[in-house]
């Protein structure tokens, strides 16, 4: 049977979700921990291939077995108790061997936090990205707007990707400003391109910096011109909110 897990992450600690030769990522511990507590090799199918330092909250994966030695409805509870303790299963569910939690993904949600005041707070520093400049929030709102829909965003992809298409679909982008100092930026799409969710963060800060103009976004975005976007923000603000397979309903 093949198994689809709901996978919670702080990624500080780790290289990333991909297993590799020369670094610990998530993905590794992940088959550790299964292939013990199952009693088998056991590998891993995963939505997102999250980077270096990212976060996660709604990662999917699944895994195939031929004896799954206990209750499904126990396999979370279980399972992450042999994981560190930055890692957990939420849910765990059964579903086709023909199932990919890669391509039958109807969207992907992401969010971007900004930690928004004049000095860091040591509690908030692994999971936003510092900024003690104050921020145009409307106007980071009304670009936000901008990047909704169909686009090319060659402009919003960092080199070394390997996609063969650079269009994808945008169904909602917000910035939200908090009282505890965080502005999260929430977006959610078809998919995704390398690093554009941080390159659009970027682009964010710039507007609220006042660095570009709100307006000027579709300009950008057309351009597909990468030195005309914001930078690329660093991994730590970053998570995965949730992998959806039906329809996005906002």
């Not at 206990?70 to 086709?96: F, M, N, R, W």
């Not at 670009?143 to 909704?148: R, S």
């Not at 799409?189 to 709100?214: D, P, S």
Request: with cysteine; glycine share 6%.
């Amino acid at each position: 049977m093949q198994i689809l897990l709901t996978i919670s992450y702080d990624g500080t600690a780790y290289a990333g979700w991909q297993r590799q030769q020369n670094a610990i990522a998530v993905q590794q511990k992940l088959e550790e921990a299964l292939s013990t507590l199952l009693n088998q090799p056991i590998t891993t199918k995963a939505a997102s291939r999250t980077d270096a330092g990212v976060h996660a909250l709604g990662q999917r994966a699944v895994f195939l077995v031929e004896n799954l030695l206990l209750p499904l409805d126990k396999l979370p509870q279980v399972l992450t108790g042999y994981l560190p303790h930055d890692i957990s299963i939420t849910t765990a569910e059964a579903v086709p061997d023909s199932f990919s939690p890669r391509f039958d993904a109807a969207y992907k949600t992401y969010a971007y936090n900004f930690y928004n005041a004049q000095t860091p707070n040591p509690l908030k520093r692994r999971y936003s990205a510092f900024v003690p400049r104050p921020l145009d929030i409307t106007a980071m709102q009304k670009a936000a707007k901008h990047f909704i829909g169909v686009h090319d965003f060659t402009a919003f992809q960092a080199t070394g990707s390997s996609a063969k298409t650079t269009t994808r679909e945008i169904y909602a982008c917000t910035i939200c400003k908090h009282p505890s100092n965080l502005i999260t930026l929430t977006i959610t799409g078809n998919a995704f391109l390398y690093n554009m969710v941080r390159i659009i963060a970027g682009t964010l800060l710039y507007v609220g910096l006042g660095k570009i103009q709100a307006d000027t976004i579709p300009v950008i975005i057309k351009s597909k011109d990468r030195t005309k976007a914001g930078k690329t923000m660093p991994p730590e603000g970053l998570t995965l909110l949730e992998v959806g397979y039906t329809n996005y309903m906002p």
